[in-house]
Nanobody
């Protein structure tokens, strides 16, 4: 069983930055595809970013590409999501996700990820 614990959320002004961290336990993250989803108030959960087992491939939603960066620290068994140039549309609960399946293409659908953290809230004020 894999447990994921997010941290780093908070309140930030438009244009600001945050770093979210996801600490995994139960198995090494090198055996897992890791990613992030978010859910804004009144909206469906959406894919944000994902990173392959080796860290050599990263994937981003169009809405965050160029502003967010996902990276893994295998020594610490964590995955970080750097959020830059934040705007009010980025306000959401951010969830760390992981899965041990092997895919030809990293999925962006939430149902493909077996493990979920409890989420960390990011609020961007105007």
């Amino acid at each position: 069983q894999v447990q994921l614990i997010e941290s780093g959320g908070g309140l930030v002004q438009t244009g600001g930055s945050l770093t979210l961290s996801c600490a995994a336990s139960g198995r090494p993250i090198t055996s897992l595809v890791m990613g992030w989803f978010r859910q804004a108030p009144g909206k469906e959960r959406e894919f944000v970013a994902a990173i392959s087992r080796t860290g050599g491939n990263t994937y981003y939603a169009d809405s965050v590409r160029g502003r967010f960066g996902v990276a893994r620290d295998n020594m610490k068994n964590t995955v970080n999501l750097q959020l830059n140039s934040l705007n009010v549309e980025d306000t959401a609960v951010y969830y760390c996700v992981a899965d041990s399946s092997f895919w030809r293409v990293i999925p962006t659908t939430s149902s493909n990820y077996a493990y979920w953290g409890q989420g960390t809230r990011v609020t961007v004020s105007s």
